[in-house]
Every structure is written in C-alpha cells, then in structure tokens.
C-alpha cells in the first residue's frame, strides 16, 4: 500500500515533512510532477523539496537526482521502502503549498512524490494536525479522520490526488444541498 505522511513542525520556517511508504519496484524511480490540474505552463516544484533520504529497514538507500523533478532510488524490489524530505512552502499562490501560524496549504503536485509504477494505485494520504484549533477542508476521501478533519485520506490514483488541495486554518465552512 502506497502511503503518505504529512506532517507540519516547522511552520516557523514553512517546511512541511513527508513521509511515503511502499513496496519498491525493480527500478524506482520517484518524480515531482511539472504540471498541475489547470495551469498550463511548466512548472518548478522540485525546486523546493530538500533532504531527500530513503531507507529499507536499517539499510539507507542511495538516491540519484536524474534530472530536475525526478530521482532513482537503489534499493531492493519487493520490500518496503520510507522516502521521507522537506518541501519549503512559502508560496502564496493556489499552485503550490504555505505554511506559517495562521494557515497551511498545498497541492499534491507540489507535495507528494509520484511513485513510478504506482501512480495508478490508490494514494493513502495521513494529514497531521499542525495547530489544535485549525480546521482541514480537501475534496480527497475520508477514511479516519478526527472532527477537525485530519487524519487518513485516499484517492484512487495519483492524479486524483494531484486535483485535491488541502486548505487549513481556523476559517469558516459550511454545508449546501
């Protein structure tokens, strides 16, 4: 099962942790989309992602950056493989991801890795609670989640997940018929 952890410590410093986990292919290659749902121009999310570091068990895994947005992982096939990083969420548009005291956001494509091999998977998705009076609102699934709104999400696929943004924060909401 493919599963990512999203967790927001750092908020003075805009960085949010991400954790996924899964069983590694043969080859694994992992990349950062370079498009996103309505845009239409190339776009730079990698750019922001840091201290990518991957490990089976005890045994760290040496990760090769390919190019821009993607990276080889060399590790065994078969077994469970963490990739955890840091992604710099200090841009305030609708394409990427924020986070500082009074609000947090982000699009997957900005996020959350795609997993060659798995990108037509279902995406499990767990969103930690960065502040206790903060809200969560996202159009992804609810599987097990606390009355604020974080906890476990899944999509059937990445590209769901990429056509879901989180927004958090103490706003209002409501519900419609």
Known sequence: ???????????????IH??????AQPTQILSLPTWIPGSYLVREFAGRLQ????????????VHQLDK???????????????TYQV???????RTAWLDADRGFFNATSLCLMVWG??????????????KNWELATGLEPLRVNAHGFGLYVAPDYDTLADCP????????????
């Open 18 to 23: 991400v954790t996924v986990r899964f069983v």
């Open 88 to 94: 710099h969420a200090h841009d305030v548009s609708v």
């Open 1 to 15: 099962m493919l599963h990512y952890q999203i967790e927001f410590d750092d908020y003075r410093q805009h960085l």
């Open 166 to 177: 989180v927004e958090m924060g103490a706003f209002w909401s409501a519900r419609f018929t």
């Open 118 to 131: 798995q990108t037509n998977d279902p995406q499990h998705i767990t969103i930690k609670s960065p502040v």
């Open 69 to 83: 947005h993607r990276w080889q992982v060399d590790c065994t096939a078969g077994k469970p493989l963490e990739v």
């Open 51 to 62: 201290c990518l570091q991957a490990r089976q068990g005890r045994r760290v895994c040496a």
